[in-house]
């Protein structure tokens, strides 16, 4: 077994941890209830742009899902954005498509409204069907200069210098970075609106942010290449869950520090009491559980034993490792209990943790949700 393996697996168990459900990752094959999609087109919708990690996350997947699918069908992927999200979402939850020719797929920034009770929410998590939820990180970054500010891990040198960057929204997955950063005692005035952290990265780019952090398919990608270009400095990743439900360092960043570690780090930051415990609570519930894939309520049982098959096959293949290693990063890939485990993880949050970031967001934002 490789190191990349073992990681991989320890990552799974460390969301076995979190979830306290036991998880699977594949299961035994089973028959795809003679469902075959020859000559049709399968349709994968996600609500964000083009750029970002989710759209990596999605292209990944979709050629190995017609490979995989009986048929052979054509996997297109396509893109629904607005409003962080939400758009696609509303959209998806009106679907009735029965035959899988149509799958969705969600991020954290979909799960967060949902928890949060936006009220521009008009879909429901438990009318889907899960048939494959993935683990990912994310890392945070700074302009060399900016960086340079930092004493080892301590961050207080950058607490005097004001920050601006792209966020999809207050009540999206980019709460986890805004909360983040004002435990730290940071001032970072996000730009709401970007339609996907792509955007937020593009702004980074041009000068237009001068703090960014992406999912860790979109930093393996479109981040690294300007880390070893010497134009951006990993400042910190939000880290990873070891089996007993603690943060340790993000596998697939084993050199860079967690959050945790540069909070314990920095005076103005504390790991206990209630800000920790609502960032804590919001990042289980946007990272381990991140990405999903969802069939439609009216999918019939034949149609989601065949996705989950597929998926199956997916993560059994001996090169699925390497390549996901190279494209989205060392973490849990689910399906069936382990997905429906996962699904559970990312769709709530305990009351008291959900009370604060709803206070936090009105006080830091003037975002009221209730």
């Not at 997947?61 to 069908?73: K, V």
């Not at 048939?131 to 960086?147: F, H, M, Q, R, W």
């Not at 289980?284 to 034949?302: E, H, N, R, W, Y």
Request: charged fraction near 20%; charge should be negative.
């Amino acid at each position: 077994m490789t190191d990349k393996t073992t990681l991989r697996h320890t990552a799974q168990a460390a969301l076995v941890g979190a979830a306290t459900l036991a998880l699977a990752t594949t299961a035994t094959a089973g028959s795809h209830g003679g469902v075959n999609y020859e000559g049709q087109t399968i349709e994968f919708v996600i609500p964000f742009s083009e750029s970002g990690g989710s759209a990596r996350w999605a292209n990944f997947y979709a050629p190995l899902l017609s490979e995989a699918l009986p048929g052979n069908p054509t996997v297109v992927v396509r893109y629904r954005p607005g409003a962080g999200s939400t758009t696609g979402a509303n959209w998806f939850q009106e679907q009735t498509t029965d035959d899988g020719t149509l799958i969705f797929g969600t991020s954290g920034s979909t799960q967060f409204p949902y928890l949060l009770g936006d009220p521009r929410v008009r879909y429901e998590y438990n009318d889907w069907q899960v048939v494959l939820a993935s683990g990912t990180g994310g890392v945070a970054y700074l302009p060399p200069d900016e960086a340079a500010k930092m004493d080892g891990l301590d961050a207080t040198g950058l607490q005097g210098t004001d920050y601006i960057w792209g966020s999809q929204g207050a009540t999206r997955l980019d709460l986890v970075a805004n909360l983040a950063w004002e435990m730290l005692g940071m001032n970072v005035e996000p730009v709401f609106g970007i339609e996907g952290r792509g955007d937020g990265r593009l702004m980074f780019e041009r000068g237009e942010a001068n703090i960014d952090y992406q999912t860790s398919s979109a930093y393996l990608r479109s981040v690294q290449p300007m880390v070893d270009e010497g134009l951006a400095v990993p400042m910190m990743t939000w880290g990873a869950l070891d089996n007993a439900g603690n943060i340790v360092r993000d596998p697939t960043f084993p050199d860079i520090p967690s959050f945790k570690e540069v909070c314990e780090a920095t005076p103005a930051c504390a790991t206990e009491g209630d800000a920790w415990d609502a960032w804590k609570a919001f990042f289980i519930a946007g990272f381990p559980a991140q990405k999903m894939v969802f069939l439609p309520g009216s999918a019939s049982a034949d149609v989601v034993e065949t996705f989950s098959q597929a998926f199956d096959d997916i993560i059994a293949r001996d090169d699925f490792d390497t390549l996901a290693e190279k494209t989205l990063g060392v973490y849990p890939q689910m399906t069936r209990d382990g997905a429906k485990a996962a699904f559970q993880l990312g769709t709530q949050v305990p009351e008291e943790a959900r009370a604060f970031v709803v206070n936090w967001l009105e006080e830091s934002y003037g975002v009221t949700l209730e």
